[in-house]
C-alpha cells in the first residue's frame, strides 16, 4: 500500500516488506557485530597498557603458537584474526620493541623467518591472566560445550561469507 506523499503531487514508493527469515539474518548479523565491537573494545582497553595493538598483539600470539621455529611473513598474515595487508609494518614496530626478530633463510634468502623473543614472551605472559580473567567475564556465563558450539556456528558463517 502507498504511503501518503511527501511533497504534493509525487507519492512516496511503498515500504519494501521483509520476510521473517531475512529480519533475523539480520538481527543476526546486528547483534554478531555489536557483540564483536566490544569484546574488541574491551580487549583493546587491556591491550593499551602494554603498548599493543590488537593487530601487534595477534602478531605475537600468533608467533608464540608458531615455537622456536617461527614463521615466513606470509604464515603470520594468513594466520591474522583480521586481514593486515602490511604485515611488514606490523612486524616493524614489533622488531624495533625487541619482541620480536626476523632473518632471511640461508637455503632460501626471499624468506624472512620471523620469531618471538624472549621480551615478546614475557609480554605476553604479563598479559596472560589480565586477558584470561577478561575472557571469563566476557564468556564465563557459557559452558564449555556451548563455547564450542558458539565457535562452529561462527566459523561455519565465515567460512560462508568469503
Sequence with gaps: M??????PGRVAPPVHARSVRT??????FSAVLAAAGQLERELVEVLKRAGL??????????LRGAGAAGLACGQVG????????DVTRLTDRLE??????????AAD????RTRITAAGLA???DLDDPIDRLHERQMGHMSEQRLASLKKLLEDTRA???
Design 53 to 62: 595493538s590488537l593487530a601487534q598483539y595477534n602478531v605475537l600470539r600468533i
Design 23 to 28: 529480519q533475523a539474518q539480520f538481527e543476526a
Design 160 to 162: 560462508r561469507a568469503g
Design 123 to 125: 609480554l605476553l605472559a
Design 96 to 105: 624495533k620493541r625487541g619482541l620480536l626478530e626476523r632473518s632471511r633463510e
Design 78 to 85: 594468513g594466520r591474522l584474526i583480521r586481514h593486515d595487508p
Design 109 to 112: 634468502r626471499r624468506i624472512v
Design 2 to 7: 502507498p504511503r501518503k506523499p511527501d511533497t
